[in-house]
Nanobody, 122 residues
Framework: QVQLVESGGGLVQAGGSLRLSCAAS????????WAWFRQAPGKEREFVAA????????RYFDSVKGRFTISRDNAKNTVYLQMNSLKPEDTGVYYC???????????????WGQGTQVTVSS
């Protein structure tokens, strides 16, 4: 059974930092791109960041560029999202995803975690 489990969410003040992790089990995703998406209440799920299989290529949503960093550790079958200078508008449930191609749309990713809540207070 394939499982992606996120951790690291929580409540933080604006300007603070959090580091999200997503560990996979049940299969190896060494050759798969990973991505992070988020969903705020009443809004659609939106792309945050993605990374290719080797970590040599990344993509970011414009509003998080320069503040968020996606990385991966293939030996641990884990992807990370370092979030700095957090803003209240970063609040939402953050999901990790894995799929056969690097993309910015949720439908490109067949494997998903259950999500972790990030709340940024002003």
């Amino acid at each position: 059974q394939v499982q992606l489990v996120e951790s690291g969410g929580g409540l933080v003040q604006a300007g603070g930092s959090l580091r999200l992790s997503c560990a996979a089990s049940g299969r190896t995703f060494t050759n798969y791109p990973w991505a992070w998406f988020r969903q705020a209440p009443g809004k659609e799920r939106e792309f945050v960041a993605a990374i290719n299989w080797s970590g040599s290529s990344t993509r970011y949503f414009d509003s998080v560029k320069g503040r968020f960093t996606i990385s991966r550790d293939n030996a641990k079958n884990t992807v990370y999202l370092q979030m700095n200078s957090l803003k209240p508008e970063d609040t939402g449930v953050y999901y990790c995803a894995a799929g056969p191609q690097l993309a910015v749309v949720p439908t490109a990713y067949p494997y998903w975690g259950q999500g972790t809540q990030v709340t940024v207070s002003s």
